[in-house]
């Protein structure tokens, strides 16, 4: 990883709450504004811009989470003026708004809303497997296909699988338009040593790609590989459904079969077998 970019994205953390320019956060870079944006691009698959705003709603919800400010003392802490940019801006990125966020959190119900189910004529599926990186346990994993490089606003489609340790699970995104999207994904893995949350870990990654470009009525292959978070990753913005791992998964050969989403009966997922649900579009931002 460039040491530049880390530079860069230690000092966006450390002063998100202050309005930054382009020019201040290359020089901390020690880098021109020209060859700094195109390194950071590289390196994050975003603008220096599009990421300390990402960099100030993941500090906002931190706040709701871990202190009693009010959600107008946050949102000025951040560098918004006014609260209902604030709000919009949060409740489209997490998906649920800063006041509900701060009840989930409290009432330790964290979790993503299940979207609301969409079809898309002709839209393509996207299938292929999960891996861990060695030295974990299970985990379970949520991924999704999203507009940009960070997990924020409702997806095109998601799955929640669950992945042993050493050995990989089968996914399938369906109904996902056609297009390119960023197949990204979150997960929490099991430590090997002893105490239920012992050596825990998050997990992130996607398909090795920038993008996943998606034929309408066709399948698209894509290979899903998950690793620890690295000091410049964007940070995670959606609320998730909890993503506590299993103790047991049952390693089944071949592919998933498909469960519906959620429901009665539904709520156990077996190794390979996954929770799907289609999302409707999320209006990307500039």
Aim: hydrophobic content about 40%; overall charge positive; glycine content about 10%.
């Amino acid at each position: 990883m460039d040491h530049a970019v880390e530079r860069a994205v230690a000092y966006m953390r450390e002063r998100c709450g202050e309005p930054l320019t382009l020019a201040e956060i290359a020089e901390s870079a020690l880098l021109s504004r020209f060859y700094f944006t195109r390194v950071f691009k590289a390196e994050t698959g975003l603008t220096p811009g599009r990421f300390l705003a990402a960099v100030r709603m993941h500090e906002a919800k931190r706040l709701i989470e871990s202190t009693s400010m009010s959600i107008t003392e946050i949102s000025l802490a951040i560098g918004y003026n006014s609260l209902g940019s604030f709000t919009k801006s949060f409740t489209a990125s997490v998906g649920v708004s800063p006041g509900r966020f701060r009840r989930l959190s409290r009432d330790g119900q964290q979790g993503l809303p299940d979207p609301e189910p969409a079809v898309w004529p002709g839209g393509g599926t996207v299938a292929g497997t999960v891996s861990l990186p060695e030295g974990h346990g299970n985990a379970r994993v949520f991924l999704g296909a999203f507009r940009t490089a960070v997990v924020q606003h409702a997806p095109l489609a998601w799955a929640v699988v669950d992945v042993p340790s050493g050995r990989p699970s089968c996914y399938s995104l369906k109904n996902v338009p056609g297009g390119s999207w960023h197949l990204l994904a979150v997960a929490q893995a099991a430590g090997v040593g002893p105490g239920p949350r012992a050596g825990r870990t998050v997990l992130v990654g996607g398909h090795g790609r920038p993008a996943v470009t998606v034929a309408a009525d066709g399948v698209t292959s894509a290979a899903v590989r998950l690793r620890p978070v690295r000091p410049a990753d964007p940070p995670v913005l959606l609320a998730l459904p909890a993503l506590d791992p299993p103790a047991t998964v049952t390693a089944r050969p071949g592919c998933a079969s498909v469960t519906p989403a959620p429901g009665a009966g539904a709520r156990r997922r077996a190794a390979g077998h996954l929770r799907l649900a289609s999302a409707a579009p999320a209006r990307s931002r500039p």
